[in-house]
C-alpha cells in the first residue's frame, strides 16, 4: 500500500494514517512528526524549522526533501507506507516523483504517474477543523496560526487535489464523521471495494 494523506489541518490525517499503517501494518510517516521531533532535539534542522511551524508557514522545500529522501530509504518503508503531510506543495510533489523511481518502496515506479500510489483526501468544512484544532491543543493550534494554516493550505496544498485528480490516483472521502465512519470508509474504498 502506498498512500499519501492530503487535507487541510484538522482533518484527521494523522488519526487515520496510524490507524490504517497498525492495520496494515505498514509505517505511518508524518513529516510533521519527523520536524516536531527535531525541534524539541534542537537539530540544526529543528532550528531553522521552528519559527515557520510556530507561525503556520511551510518549511521551505529544500529543508524536507533529505528528510523524506532518508526516512523513504529505511527498511521499514520498502513493503509500503503512509503519508501523512507530505507532499504539501506542487514542488514537494515533483520531488516525490522522482524520489518513488529510486527507493525501494516506489515498487520499480518509472515515474509517479507509473506507481500504484493513492492520494487520500479527507473533506471536512473549516468551521469543524477550527473546533477539532482547537480541543487537540498542540502548540501551532491556537486560533490564529490555524488561520494561518487554513490559508496556506488553500494556497498552497489544496493544488495537488488536481495534481493527483488529472493522474486517476485521487481518493476522496468525506471527513466530516466519527473517526469509527471515516476509517470504515477508507478501508473499504482503498481495498476496491466501494
Ligand atoms: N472523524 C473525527 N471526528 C472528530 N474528531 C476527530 C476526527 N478525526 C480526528 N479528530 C480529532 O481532531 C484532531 C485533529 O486530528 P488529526 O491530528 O488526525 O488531524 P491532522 O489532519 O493530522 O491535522 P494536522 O495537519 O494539523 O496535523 C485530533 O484531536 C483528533 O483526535
Ligand atoms: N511537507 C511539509 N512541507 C512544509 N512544511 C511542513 C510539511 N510537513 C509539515 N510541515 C510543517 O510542520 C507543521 C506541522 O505539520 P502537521 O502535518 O500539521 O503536523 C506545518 O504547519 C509546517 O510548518
Known sequence: MQLIFMGPPGAGKGTQAQLLADLWK?????????????????TPLGEKAKAYMDAGE???DGLLMDIVQERMNQPDAKAGWILDGFPRTVPQAAFFDTLLCDVPGGGGAKSGKDCALRAVNLDVPDNVLVTRLLSRGRQDD?????RRRLQVYREQTEPLIEFYRDREQLVAVDGDRSMQEVTAQLQQVLSGNS
Do not use: F, M, Y
Open 26 to 42: 505498514i509505517p505511518h510517516i508524518s513529516t510533521g512528526d519527523i520536524l516536531r521531533a527535531c525541534v524539541v532535539a534542537k
Open 58 to 60: 511551510l518549511v521551505p
Open 142 to 146: 491556537n486560533e490564529q496560526t490555524i
